[in-house]
């Protein structure tokens, strides 16, 4: 009766728990391979072009980002090993999914905290120390930074590659462990008998505990909430300098800085909680279960099970939300993928342009060679006159996109009068100094602006 209860209870825990792993491995998927498609097509055109690679000044927070999305992603990946272990109540891959399952798990614990903490550091120059840290806030330092953090994640994360393994325990006495090698005779023997079941198990000692949770949350909890609190401090400095810069009349710029400097506020303490709501239960039911505080013995097994499904989900659910919280809701990446990919469709169209003028060019000289078209009343002058091309690349002008400053594009009318072209050139070329001083004068601190721009958090 107890075993069909307790059964029954586990049933009705793995059910809900199972559906809620499987929408986040979907979302959490699906939004940071969004994330990872976006920052990859912005850096490349950002690369690619000189005049844009010396405006930007976010690039490098891109690359944060896109390390983070990449972490998270690897993350999700392993909630369908979850879902099966669940279900199935074991973990027929081996001993190297084993390793790799419970590696991508204790990764998160550590990069996800690293990059987040990085982020709040970038925050913290870009307001704080503008001028000062122009050199330490460059694409370089972005990819070294990355780079050292995953090394002293493997770093860390060594016992957890070397110590989790697949056992095997019998289902008729839980609390009994045999290791039996995977493939091995006796291992098909006991699974015939249907006597045990393959765990994917790592058992953690003490030091590594301590050491990962404090590396991995306490440390960078501290600097997250430090590096924040001295954004909000500063930008409500300077904010009040600014509000007492203007006229009493000027009413609307102020209440449009006040209202600035409490979206920026909101959204920082929003991250902050964030990260506390997502981490702490995990840390917390870990660090109780390794000092024997909890356990079987005293809480039942499915409410033990409960508590600490419900933890990890929060984890889970952290590595989900992350591209929403850090990039999609940012209007600033959203305005640079905008560019990138009218870019794009810039080159395309120049370059189907060009091809088809070499054509046309090509074709008139072969027969202005040969001989007089047939198809033209003029014996002497060839189809393909210059009139003909002139209407042609009229046509082809008329359909090129010309990208504005507010990401918007516009379809760019272009006049067969000399004269109208020639205004036009002007009006453009005047449009491109403009944009390009208003780049050049964009201040380092406006990254998170109080009038203008996205807080890139």
Not at 13 to 23: D, E, H, K, N, W
Not at 224 to 235: D, E, G, M, P, W
Not at 293 to 307: K, N, R, S
Not at 421 to 446: D, P
Request: charged share 15%; hydrophobic share 45%; proline share 4%.
């Amino acid at each position: 009766m107890n075993t069909s209860s307790t059964s029954e209870s586990s049933y009705n825990i793995v059910l809900p728990f199972s559906i809620i792993y499987f929408m986040l491995f979907i979302f959490g998927s699906i939004g940071n391979g969004i994330v990872i498609v976006m920052i990859s097509n912005v850096l490349s055109s950002i690369h690619k072009s000189r005049s844009t690679r010396r405006m930007s000044t976010t690039s490098h927070v891109f690359i944060y980002v896109l390390g983070l999305s990449i972490v998270d992603l690897l993350v999700l990946i392993h909630l369908p090993f979850l879902i099966f272990e669940l279900w199935n109540k074991s973990f027929p891959f081996g001993d190297a999914l084993c390793k790799l399952y419970w590696f991508g798990e204790s990764v998160n614990k550590l990069l996800s905290s690293f990059l987040m903490c990085v982020l709040s550091w970038d925050r913290y120059l870009a307001v704080c120390k503008p001028v000062n840290s122009i050199s330490i806030r460059s694409n370089s330092v972005a990819i070294f930074v990355l780079f050292s953090t995953c090394t002293l994640a493997i770093v860390l994360l060594l016992p957890v590659l070397i110590q989790s393994e697949v056992t095997f325990i019998d289902r008729l006495s839980p609390n009994r462990t045999r290791n039996i090698e995977y493939g091995s005779v006796e291992y098909r023997k006991a699974a015939e008998s249907g006597s045990l079941v393959s765990k994917c198990s790592f058992d953690p000692d003490p030091i590594f505990v301590v050491y990962t949770f404090s590396v991995g949350f306490a440390i960078p909890a501290l600097l997250i909430s430090f590096f924040y609190a001295q954004v909000i401090v500063r930008l409500r400095s300077n904010s009040n300098n600014m509000l007492g810069d203007h006229k009493r009349s000027d009413a609307n710029g102020r209440n449009s800085i006040a209202i600035r400097v409490h979206q920026v506020t909101k959204r920082i303490v929003m991250v902050i909680f964030f990260y506390f709501f997502c981490w702490t239960p995990q840390w917390t039911i870990t660090l109780l279960i390794q000092y024997e505080i909890i356990g079987y013995d005293i809480i039942p097994p499915f409410i033990l099970l409960l508590i600490s499904l419900s933890a990890h989900v929060l984890v889970c659910f952290n590595s989900a939300a992350n591209p929403l919280l850090y990039a999609l809701i940012n209007r600033e990446l959203r305005a640079q993928h905008i560019q990138a990919m009218a870019r794009k469709r810039q080159s395309i169209t120049a370059a189907t342009q060009v091809a088809l003028e070499f054509v046309i060019q090509a074709t008139n000289n072969d027969l202005s060679n040969r001989h007089p078209s047939i198809l033209s009343l003029d014996p002497i002058r060839p189809a393909s006159s210059p009139s003909v091309i002139a209407r042609i690349r009229f046509h082809l002008a008329g359909f090129k996109l010309n990208l504005f400053s507010s990401g918007t594009l516009k379809k760019r009318s272009v006049s067969r009068t000399p004269s109208n072209k020639s205004q036009l050139s002007v009006e453009n070329t005047k449009e491109t100094v403009q944009i390009g001083s208003n780049c050049q004068l964009k201040e380092e601190s406006e990254i998170i602006s109080l009038t203008t721009g996205d807080a890139f958090l």
